[in-house]
T-cell receptor, first 114, second 114 residues
Framework: EAGVTQSPTHLIKTRGQQATLRCSPISGHTSVYWYQQALGLGLQFLLWYDEGEERNRGNFPPRFSGRQFPNYSSELNVNALELEDSALYLC?????????????FGPGTRLTVL | TQLLEQSPQFLSIQEGENLTVYCNSSSVFSSLQWYRQEPGEGPVLLVTVVTGGEVKKLKRLTFQFGDARKDSSLHITAAQPGDTGLYLCAGAPAGGTSYGKLTFGQGTILTVHP
């Protein structure tokens, strides 16, 4: 069974540009989560989507947004990129949005903002 | 805000030694997950513990969830160089505004020398 997949693997942008990151969950999983892992800051929760709806959001500015498509894949968009947005962006999926559902992570997208 | 304090932050040991990593919180979690992450890759799930007092064994790794579901430990017996990596604990909230978010510990970087 295929795991969570993310694309692209690496993304290089300049300050002020927009970045789009993509994620495909494990087959049968309806929930998709996005996390940011910046150097020295650990994993920080960004967004949670379930059944096409945004269910929860972390402490990030509105220029971080996303959506979930009918096939449960998801996009994370980051507008007006800033240098401190450089990080590994991780997507995870779970069977549903129930408390305690195990989240399985993809390999990540390394975003570098110059 | 739920916090998970993970310790130690760094651990450097010789092959064959035992070690324990701790995760502590003042908050109750519905479940706690342990992950291992290699540089530049996504976290890989090791185990999920759900019941207070639960002990799970995975070969040389023993995971324990505290009775009150506020803390957890990972014990590795006879560590091997292949155990080297970043170990992360992550707590799933019981509900409320944190629903869907995993709260991650700061991580433990383990280095096992041959």
């Amino acid at each position: 069974e295929a795991g969570v997949t993310q694309s692209p693997t690496h993304l290089i942008k300049t300050r002020g540009q927009q970045a789009t990151l993509r994620c495909s969950p494990i087959s049968g999983h309806t929930s998709v989560y996005w996390y940011q892992q910046a150097l020295g800051l650990g994993l920080q929760f960004l967004l949670w989507y379930d059944e096409g709806e945004e269910r929860n959001r972390g402490n990030f500015p509105p220029r971080f947004s996303g959506r979930q498509f009918p096939n449960y894949s998801s996009e994370l968009n980051v507008n007006a990129l800033e240098l401190e947005d450089s990080a590994l962006y991780l997507c995870a999926s779970s069977l549903g949005g129930r408390a305690g559902d195990t989240q399985y992570f993809g390999p990540g997208t390394r975003l570098t903002v110059l | 805000t739920q916090l998970l304090e993970q310790s130690p932050q760094f651990l450097s040991i010789q092959e064959g030694e035992n070690l324990t990593v701790y995760c502590n919180s003042s908050s109750v979690f519905s479940s706690l997950q342990w992950y291992r992450q290699e540089p530049g890759e996504g976290p890989v799930l090791l185990v999920t513990v759900v019941t207070g007092g639960e002990v799970k064994k995975l070969k040389r790794l023993t995971f324990q969830f505290g009775d009150a579901r506020k803390d957890s430990s990972l014990h590795i017996t006879a560590a091997q160089p292949g155990d080297t990596g970043l170990y992360l604990c992550a707590g799933a909230p019981a509900g409320g505004t944190s629903y869907g978010k995993l709260t991650f510990g700061q991580g433990t970087i383990l280095t096992v020398h041959p």
